[in-house]
């Protein structure tokens, strides 16, 4: 590439490497996490209900699920 001088200041950036698709990757990521704490952060009861439901549900489908794979029961244990 030839020098360049004319007050050009930032880095030339290559967007077809894997390193470039990478940083703009990281730096959407960023900008959505933040946009989710300042949405928490504005609504607090809401987020806490949503945490809960969300909580809720997790504990019943593991608890589903941890029950499912129960195949003997109580009974069955004593007497074997």
Known sequence: MSDIKT???GELEDKTT???NVKRA?????REAGAVV??????????G???LL????AFVAGYLLGT???RD???SRYWR
């Open 73 to 75: 029961t109580l009974l």
């Open 49 to 51: 209900s949503v945490l």
């Open 18 to 20: 894997v390193a470039a």
């Open 54 to 57: 969300v909580g809720a549900a």
């Open 7 to 9: 007050g050009f200041t």
């Open 38 to 47: 300042a949405s928490a952060q504005d609504h607090r009861a809401a987020t």
């Open 68 to 70: 499912g794979q129960r």
């Open 26 to 30: 990281t730096a959407a990521v960023q």
